[in-house]
């Protein structure tokens, strides 16, 4: 060994005791005859003195940053303390030093606020990964690791290993390939998740299942996602629906606990599908605060169930909300005295091309109880209260009004609210509030093939009750138009995402164990039967033998740890991330492969 | 949940409860108006006692074997206790019964004793995962991953993942590769194992490290080789090699008591390379019996440190000796009453094309201090009796000699120790002996070229007395037939490799982390300056800012839980295995992919 202790672990009572450390020169700092050096390890910095008769080897040997130490000598009190580490109360008085090997000068500083710009930190990321900054996000990533497996494990689950070089068999998102030489011709595919092996592992009998195993897609990377990414994945047997989510707002909260102190006691708040949709414009919905959405005005073909407040908007002549799909609005607390420039802001945040609006609505109630809008020609100030107080706005706060078409106007009024908590300072890191979203539709349309997709994935189960009406209709839409009145548009799935903070962390479902509604299932997606055989087989196969009923759920380990981080890029938790083109910038991949390597495969380049 | 209790878990002490159990139905047996069905999960079998009453309702919903069956009962003591099973004291009075699924007929028995043939039970393993001896396998496996990490998290490792989509970068074995379609032309390979990033990571700081994790090696399978297997990997900074041993025979102790309830209290035995092959043969000895080799004879060449016995056989004519390379002895403990048959039957044995001797010579050490043996013509008997002596055969022992080529009769007299050692019962399966094996060559000599080869791999350390050797010589080599007085012949790896029971477990080093020594490693592999720098720059470079020493062990996972099963085929201990051919029979994979997916990756099949 190196080292007889570590840089983070000396004190004060340790004084006068011989050591030896190891480590990286953090600073070097001469005064007059002595020199201080500040040695650095995973541990912590403990600082080093020189004294006089050390002096000519130092300058024989001349200590650079990021220079291999390892120094032996006496503990002693330091004179200036450094209340700042844990180590502030001593130093080491060096009595002989080794250079265990050099260092050229960092192109970035390793510190907190370094000087590397992104492109540099991940071409070194082996420096970057240095910095304490970076460290203690891929400790806290080891500790929720830790977290869950402990959990899952008291609760009875077993790790089983399920296997990397499958069978390619794309729904939704591409597959990566691998070629295999002994089969020439054919190909592995990498996992997109485990999904059909821990439902075999069901069918099996091991009936809790968990991995924290790496998964693949082959997708055009938007900012923030990687082709290889983390699961937390489970499942279980002989369970519905609500035993799951008791397990697994249990395992969330024990990964609280275990990681950052926090007792989460309080029930997991559950909201269905259609009220996230209905009252903050989207399926994951951020509930650290309020400002949920007033539905002015809905198409009357989706949320059926529920009723618009149109009648508070029409007859006014208004062009805007009249020609508008929807209307919808949001009360922002405390901000009736935006000035003309401020909300002039907010009309050009709207407008620009990722929001896609063509203008904002405002109404100021003010706080001595009159009303003041951007439309006040068509809304008299006894309209402008009755939305007002139908968006919940109190005197003082600021009603924005976006209208258009719905999608775009749901995900516009969605980012707004985010924003404007964002400003008003409501996204606090340090607060966490976890939810369940349930009741999905189990279908998605799909314009182009005018057919039914899976939203979640085709192993979903509809609720029980809607087996029937799955397993009696044709799932073939006759009327495009009409595809809302298929009774397939309606089905409800047994599915459950968690979202933590404005993030879905998790998402998952009672699985279909029944042969007949699963071959229903594939072919409402538009798969024969000689399809659903050839890359579905071994799964219709195992349904044959006595399947259980199960689900399970998956969690997204990267995201789950940078929320838990208090950041929102995950490649931050990533040791060695890859770029936004899929890169890996420090190892210079992919890249080229040897012409011995093609003509082992039998493949060959077919570039266009 | 669908259940109250498991079928496990149940004990005279839960008598008079009123219980939900489900599971899969075992067996059936119907006595006049009763019927008993053992229900099974993966925690036990119940039995379930259905009387009168129910009976109507099981004729019109006769249950099979592997059913999914849900009961509703009482907790009786049963009259007929079963001692083999822990609730055989109990059985359920079955109240009301739900049939969850229906089962085909299994194309074979769920038993121990199955009459399922291997093809049948990969195809159907989902059936066969059922079976209590492979969930027995997949438990150890799991108890063993935990046992692991709960050690190595003691010992302050983190698990940090590594990439999967990495560079291509074959040394030896052959990378699987996988086509990037954002980056056309250009591939990712798989890892064959985290080893540059884990050297990275300590770069990085990060002192210990470890992960169990998947590695890929594109191989022609032999049997009990898989494609993609496990590895527990690890590595640590500012350690020697002393420090590596102690700690992770530490591991191996902890997960010997954690999983089997063994204290193997002894430290654990430690042979140089040399003298494993010296005296077994071989580098991975089972050292759980002695039988140690008598080397007659050795070509000059090898082992230049170690001086055979010729002397002992020399001088009488007897041509098998006189024109062998090498004879090699050993002493089987009680078989001197070997009849006539029994020798033939071992001289056929060792003629064997997987063994490829032309014969076997014996000497009977009789109880009468006699002795005889297959070659009286040439050896008197006091020269039998010496050789037999330097062999350490005692009375009643037969000593065992072959004649050949170096290397095929020191491997056939290896095989040869191992086959009597299990004939005569020494090799136990639940006696479990580690053994490390140090000091291994660097090099390999790889004839094809005329150059060196990493015995273990590039990164590899040489003994630091013998750096120096390294960096001050050629390593061309000018003379193929005199390689063995090259320099670099006799240069020893600071490498380790632990065996347990005659099977490598788990192999290591402490690894270069000088750039100047890593380029001349790369030399003598004939890297010129380009391939190194295209192949390995990232860790050239990371060599220039401050690695410390370092150095680590990876255990072959899937084996070692094998042998801690008592088995020797690693297969048994994977869930989804592939067979030789590297298939998946259960999904059919690899198989044929799509027009669309060959376009968007822009390559082509290229069939010879």
Not at 9 to 20: A, H, M, N, P, Y
Not at 254 to 265: A, C, L, M
Not at 459 to 488: D, G, R, W
Not at 551 to 574: H, K, M, P, T
Request: aromatic share 10%; hydrophobic share 35%; charged share 30%.
């Amino acid at each position: 060994m190196y080292r007889s202790n570590t840089c983070g672990e000396l004190r004060i009572t340790d004084i006068s005791k011989e050591v030896t450390l190891a480590g990286w020169v953090q600073t070097v700092r001469k005064f007059g005859a002595i020199t201080f050096v500040d040695l650095r390890d995973r541990y912590g910095i403990t600082q080093l003195l020189f004294g006089e008769e050390l002096n000519k080897q130092l300058e024989e040997n001349p200590l650079g940053r990021e220079f291999v130490l390892q120094a032996t000598g006496v503990v002693n009190e330091r004179s200036n303390k450094n209340p700042n580490i844990s180590t502030g109360d001593i130093e080491i008085n060096v009595q002989s030093f080794s250079i265990l090997n050099r260092s050229a000068v960092p192109p970035f500083t390793i510190q907190d606020d370094t000087d590397g710009g992104d492109d540099l930190r991940m071409k070194y990321r082996f420096l970057d990964l240095r910095r304490n900054a970076v460290k203690k996000n891929l400790e806290l990533r080891y500790a929720v690791n830790r977290a869950a497996r402990n959990y899952l494990h008291k609760k009875g689950f077993m790790d089983i290993e399920t296997p990397f070089l499958i069978k390619s068999t794309p729904e939704g998102a591409r597959d990566f390939v691998v070629p295999s030489r002994m089969n020439p011709g054919q190909f592995y595919a990498l996992p997109q998740s485990p999904q059909t092996f821990k439902q075999l592992l069901m069918v099996s009998g091991y009936d809790r299942y968990y991995q924290v195993v790496k998964c693949f897609r082959d997708e055009d990377l938007r900012a923030d996602r990687q082709p290889e990414f983390t699961q937390i994945d489970c499942e279980m047997a002989f369970v519905e629906q609500e035993d799951i989510l008791n397990m697994f707002e249990g395992m969330v909260k024990s990964i609280f606990k275990d990681v950052k102190g926090i007792d989460y006691t309080e029930k997991v708040h559950r909201m269905t599908w259609e009220d996230a949709m209905w009252n903050f414009g989207n399926d994951k919905p951020d509930i650290r605060f309020d400002m949920s959405l007033l539905n002015l005005k809905k198409p009357a073909s989706v949320y059926v169930s529920k009723g618009d407040r149109s009648s508070l908007i029409n007859g006014t002549g208004f062009k805007v909300f009249d020609d508008a799909e929807t209307v919808l609005a949001i009360a922002v607390p405390g901000c009736s005295e935006y000035s003309r420039k401020q909300t002039d802001e907010l009309t050009e945040w709207v407008k620009r091309p990722q929001i896609g609006m063509k203008g904002l609505v405002f109404i100021k109630c003010n706080t001595d109880g009159t009303y003041k809008s951007s439309v006040d020609k068509f809304y008299s100030e006894e309209k402008l209260k009755a939305i007002a107080e139908a968006a919940n706005a109190k005197a003082g706060d600021l009603v924005l009004i976006l209208a258009g078409a719905e999608e775009r106007t749901r995900k516009a009024i969605s980012e707004l609210r985010l924003e404007m908590a964002e400003r008003l300072g409501l996204r606090k890191k340090e607060e966490f509030r976890l939810l369940w979203v349930l009741d999905f539709p189990l279908f998605e349309y799909d314009e182009e093939g005018n057919r039914w997709v899976a939203r979640h994935h085709p192993f979903t189960s509809p609720k029980p009750e809607q087996i029937s009406t799955m397993i009696n209709n044709n799932p073939v839409i006759e009327n495009a138009a009409e595809y809302l009145k298929h009774p397939y548009a309606n089905i409800k799935a047994n599915a459950y995402d968690m979202v933590l903070n404005g993030n879905e962390i998790g998402g998952g479902s009672i699985r279909i164990y029944q042969r007949e509604l699963q071959e229903k299932m594939f072919a409402a997606l538009g798969m024969d039967k000689e399809e659903q055989q050839h890359k579905f087989g071994f799964l219709l196969g195992a349904f044959e033998y006595g399947a259980p009923p199960h689900g399970g759920i998956a969690f997204g380990f990267d995201r789950l740890c940078a929320i838990l981080g208090g950041s929102e890029s995950i490649r931050d938790f990533i040791a060695f991330p890859k770029n936004n083109a899929g890169r890996d910038v420090m190892l210079d991949a992919p890249a080229t492969i040897d012409d011995k390597q093609f003509d082992e495969l039998q493949i060959k380049l077919d570039l266009k």
